[in-house]
């Protein structure tokens, strides 16, 4: 009876709406009743409620297991990190490998200008100025691992720019190298592949070398190997280079071969072909 009464109260007042107002105004015989099924109430209700604890209580031991399952094998990882760290690397240094070999195609002993490393260094010391009219400094850095002598580079191209057929004999320039970070212009000898980098924007397609901004870059393939069109005189091809891309640093364009079998334009792009006209290294010596 009573569960029914204070059953029909839970139905109409109790439970739904405002149930702990009314039982505050009930007895406390119904108090007791009302407790009575609330603990019921609360023990159906809370049973899932246990059971999903149970189940959280589970999974969380189930975690707690796995955590400690993947302790060990957490342990065991730095002893494996090692392994395929070093595979990687392995697999890393293998396509790199390929490159030496190209450097051996080259016939006899001929210098390497196919492996780039990047590193410019800067060729220590300096020769004066010849001159005494507006003084240009400029400054020889060498690709690391060109195969070439520094100080005799440094040496021919101070030659090339101090010579009487030269710019000096054009412009009011004297030249004077130095191994400052101030010079007014870095002259590069530079792998093709470096030289790409350095010519941006310029397209120098691994052939031809350029001058932007400060910087005459220098192919070294052509350094060592010249062109066709000049018949094995390296040095004066070398001569030419050097004028040519200082030409521009001078404010010079470029100049085409106007009369065959006459000394080509040192500001004529000769690398790229003669067109008739004559290996000719200095700015002074030109067609009549
Ligand atoms: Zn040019």
């Known amino acids: 009876m009573t569960t029914r009464r204070s059953g029909q109260r839970g139905h109409t007042s109790g439970r739904r709406r405002g149930g702990r107002h009314s039982r505050r105004k009930s007895y406390k015989g119904q108090w007791l009743v009302v407790t009575a099924l609330a603990v019921l109430g609360t023990v159906v209700v809370a049973h899932p409620d246990v059971a999903h604890r149970n189940s959280l209580a589970a999974q969380a031991v189930a975690g707690v297991n796995e955590v400690a399952q993947e302790e060990p094998v957490a342990s065991v990882t730095p002893r494996t990190t090692p392994v395929p760290v070093a595979t990687p690397t392995q697999k890393f240094t293998t396509p790199l ?26 060729v220590p010391g300096s020769d004066k100025a010849t001159g005494v009219r507006d003084k240009m400094t400029y400054r020889v850095e060498i690709e690391q691992g060109v195969s070439v002598n520094g100080a005799a580079v440094a040496a021919a191209i101070h030659k090339t720019l101090t010579d009487p057929r030269g710019w000096q004999a054009v412009h009011p320039v004297s030249f004077e190298r130095t191994d400052r970070v101030d010079a007014d212009l870095r002259i590069i000898l530079a792998t093709p592949t470096l030289t790409d980098k350095l010519c941006l924007p310029l397209d120098t397609g691994g ?30 091809y070398r001569s030419y280079l050097v004028n040519h891309e200082v030409g521009h640093a001078l404010g010079h364009g470029h100049s085409t071969c106007t009369t065959p079998k006459t000394p080509a334009p040192v500001m004529m792009q000769q690398t790229k072909g003669l067109a008739g006209c004559l290996p000719n290294a200095w700015p002074t010596v030109k067609a009549t």
């Open 97 to 122: 490998r390929p490159a030496p070999t190209l450097t051996r195609k080259p016939k006899g002993a001929k210098p390497n200008v196919l492996v780039s490393t990047g590193k410019l260094a800067v």
């Open 207 to 236: 052939e031809v070398s350029c001058r932007v901004e400060d910087r005459v870059v220098l192919n070294a393939k052509r350094w060592l190997y010249a062109i066709p069109a000049y018949n094995g005189k390296v040095d004066l």
